[in-house]
């Protein structure tokens, strides 16, 4: 499966983006669609989740602040982010999986100015 992420750029800190995730295949077959980010220096981390059933999952630093959803008719996962914090610059990565495989994006960059 190819995942193809969009939408990222450059915000001004509390502003708003909304991350998007194509997949070349139905994502009705993956358990479970996500994002992870990662900024310099740092481990690659979680942000959000969303199960083929519709239930969601968040990082603490998550909640509050960013949404993610899915529109199975359209093959895309999105994830609304907002009042965005310089701490949220990192790449984005959109993610697959299905069983004990999990596919890559190649990601899209974000980055908040303070």
């Known amino acids: 499966v190819q995942l193809v992420e969009s939408g990222g750029g450059l915000v001004q800190a509390g502003g708003s983006l909304r991350l998007s995730c194509a997949a070349s295949?139905?994502?009705?077959?993956?358990?479970?669609m996500g994002w992870y980010r990662q900024a310099p220096g740092k481990q690659r981390e979680l942000v959000a989740d969303?199960?083929?059933?519709?239930?969601?999952n968040y990082a603490d630093s998550a909640k509050g602040r960013f949404t993610i959803s899915r529109d199975n008719t359209k093959n895309t996962v999105y994830l609304q982010m907002s009042n965005l914090k310089s701490e949220d610059s990192a790449d984005y990565y959109c993610?697959?999986?299905?069983?004990?495989?999990?596919?890559w994006g190649q990601g899209t960059l974000v980055t908040v100015s303070s």
């Open positions: 295949l139905d994502i009705v077959r993956f358990n479970v």
């Open positions: 969303i199960t083929s059933g519709g239930n969601t």
């Open positions: 993610t697959a999986t299905a069983a004990i495989f999990r596919y």
